[in-house]
């Protein structure tokens, strides 16, 4: 039950973050899920300081997880266009 949960939160995140990036008419669900998945664990880096930890799904992890992923698009559109939009 847990990957179901993760790939649903984590295609939710990735479709919130390419909203606010402006990259959703780019990108379909599996790369929602893929920006949602890997924006949770650069956020998870980046917040608490290197160490993962298994936290529960609270707001704060749910925030923490959406910037990351708005910062894997930042750093796509970059490389991408060379500019962050």
Do not use: K
Not at 44 to 61: K, R
Request: proline content about 1%; glycine content about 16%; aromatic content about 6%.
């Amino acid at each position: 039950m847990g990957i179901i949960l993760w790939l649903v939160i984590g295609g939710v995140i990735g479709w919130l973050a390419s909203i606010i990036m402006r990259t959703d008419a780019q990108q379909g669900i599996f790369l929602n899920i893929v920006v949602g998945i890997v924006g949770a664990f650069i956020g998870g880096l980046v917040i608490s300081g290197g160490s993962i930890n298994n936290a529960p799904l609270t707001i704060t992890s749910f925030l923490v997880s959406l910037l990351g992923a708005v910062i894997l698009l930042a750093i796509v559109n970059l490389v991408r266009r060379g500019s962050v939009r």
